[in-house]
């Protein structure tokens, strides 16, 4: 199983960016796939994640901002994220597993995750 994020980069605050999880080697449509994130010094944290029954769920910074989707493929899944602040500056990683409902915001619940890719909001 493999994932490869990508689609970060620089942009100011109050802009917008969409980040992509490609998910290759199970269907994603198996696998709840989730968005993390690392700020420097800081604890990895959850930002969101998609069950593949298209439940989403969002950690309580980004609610509101961000939205997850997914292609028709179910294959890659997208991060929209807008109205971007300079908190969320950090390295953005995507992640497969089978978390239950109590565990879904745990990075130790997700198996299989993909290279980070780095969101940086700044003016």
């Known amino acids: 199983v493999q994932l490869q994020a990508s689609g970060g980069g620089l942009v100011q605050p109050g802009g917008s960016l969409r980040l992509s999880c490609v998910v290759s080697?199970?269907?994603?449509?198996?696998?709840?796939v989730g968005w993390f994130r690392q700020a420097p010094e800081k604890e990895r944290e959850f930002v969101a994640a998609?069950?593949?029954?298209?439940?989403?769920y969002y950690g309580d910074s980004v609610k509101g901002r961000f939205a997850l989707s997914r292609d028709n493929a179910g294959n890659t899944i997208y991060l929209q994220m807008n109205s971007l602040k300079p908190d969320d500056t950090a390295v953005y990683y995507c992640?497969?597993?089978?978390?239950?409902?109590?565990?879904?915001?745990?990075?130790?619940?997700?198996?299989?995750w993909g290279q980070g890719t780095q969101v940086t909001v700044s003016s």
């Open positions: 998609i069950r593949w029954y298209s439940i989403t």
């Open positions: 080697g199970v269907t994603s449509s198996s696998v709840t």
């Open positions: 992640a497969a597993g089978r978390p239950i409902a109590s565990t879904i915001r745990s990075e130790f619940a997700y198996t299989y």
